[in-house]
């Protein structure tokens, strides 16, 4: 995997039809995707260098792009010549846009596995109620009398 969550080379993250194209699928040479990302080729280098976008490689080393590395080109360009970030910063707000990609679909996945327990509990829950035994008879707290009763033995008269 890559710093972006990303599988490499040939790993295609669930999908059961190897031709299936999706935002991941590395598709574009550098020059097409410097054409679509509006960026010189020597740039894209220069990103890649540096880590900001890591595109995929062929078996000859060369880089292929996908959509959604077309996007994080686009989104690099917007951040430093409209933020005027420097590319270290722009490096760090890609590295936690990630994380908290990452731990959104964690939570997701946690609340996913709570609510499947709270269903199985809910259903042992209901299977003990169903194995009660229904001769029996509730216990009801009966209020006691606040009075005092003396009980004084009687004696034998001797």
């Known amino acids: 995997m890559d ?3 990303r599988g ?3 790993q295609g993250r669930g999908r059961t039809n ?3 194209l999706t935002d991941e699928s ?5 020059s097409v995707a410097a054409q679509l990302s509006g960026l010189h080729p020597q740039t894209l280098r220069q990103y890649d260098r540096l880590g900001l976008v890591s595109p995929d490689r062929t078996a000859g080393r060369g880089r ?3 959509a959604r590395d077309i996007q994080l080109l686009r989104q690099v360009q917007r951040l430093s010549q409209d ?3 420097n590319l270290a910063g722009i490096k760090r707000i890609i ?3 990630n994380q908290v990609a990452a731990l959104q679909a964690k939570v997701a ?4 596995a709570v609510e499947g327990a709270a269903v199985a509990m809910r259903q042992r829950e209901a299977q003990v109620h169903a194995s009660y035994r229904r001769d029996l008879v509730p216990y009801h707290d009966v209020r006691q009398s606040s009075a005092l009763v003396v009980w004084r033995p009687q004696r034998s008269a001797d």
């Open 64 to 66: 292929r792009y996908s």
């Open 8 to 10: 490499r080379q040939g």
């Open 26 to 30: 590395p598709v574009y040479v550098i």
């Open 3 to 5: 710093g972006y969550g």
């Open 95 to 97: 590295e936690l846009e």
């Open 18 to 20: 190897p031709y299936e």
């Open 109 to 112: 996945e946690l609340q996913q």
């Open 83 to 85: 933020e005027g970030i």
